[in-house]
């Protein structure tokens, strides 16, 4: 009997498949964060491009290339036609342009409030266009799908009620006499 334990005590200490079990154990851990980067990585390329294409409309509206800025969508369709990288840019993107008051400079504290595409109502665009010598604040906000929702990036981000995380970007010009 004791013969019987000591063999079987023998072949329990045998290391044959140590390896598979760190694999096992470390894996996951290495690729969850490599999917992280790589989600991170879009994430900054979309909102990177997103302020781009806000700042290259805005630049045309200074010098005076665009005068109709009167309609709602006349803004979203320049940051869309300016942003190519964003899906779905038209039903996503909201743009918000508000009056500064040059007596107490007040920007507002809040973000700029996204679209919920799970919302039954839609929030229109907020334009205000301005007079003369007036300092105008420009907020675009888009939402975006993660390619990997799953990740730790994905579930830190704010997000609408599908699951589309949310970007902004803002920039601020003056309107010039007419």
């Not at 979309?46 to 005068?67: F, I, N, S, W």
């Not at 109502?121 to 907020?126: A, E, G, Q, R, S």
């Amino acid at each position: 009997m004791i013969r019987a334990l000591s063999r079987l005590f023998r072949r329990a200490r045998r290391e044959d498949g140590t390896a598979t079990i760190e694999f096992v154990i470390v894996v996951p851990i290495v690729m969850s964060v490599f999917v992280a980067a790589v989600e991170a990585g879009f994430y900054m390329t979309k909102r990177a491009l997103l302020e781009r294409g806000l700042d290259l409309v805005m630049r045309d509206v200074r010098l005076g290339y665009v005068t109709n800025i009167n309609g709602a969508n006349a803004l979203r369709e320049l940051v869309c036609a300016a942003t190519p990288i964003m899906a779905d840019c038209e039903d996503t993107l909201r743009v918000e342009m508000r009056l500064i008051s040059t007596l107490s400079f007040d920007i507002p504290a809040e973000p700029p409030q996204c679209i919920d595409r799970g919302s039954a109502t839609k929030l229109d665009d907020d334009v205000v266009p301005g007079g003369s010598h007036e300092i105008m604040l420009v907020r675009v906000c888009a939402v975006q799908d993660p390619i990997f929702p799953s990740t730790g990036l994905g579930l830190q981000m704010r997000k609408d009620a599908q699951g589309g995380y949310q970007m902004a970007a803002t920039s601020v010009f003056v309107n010039e006499p007419q």
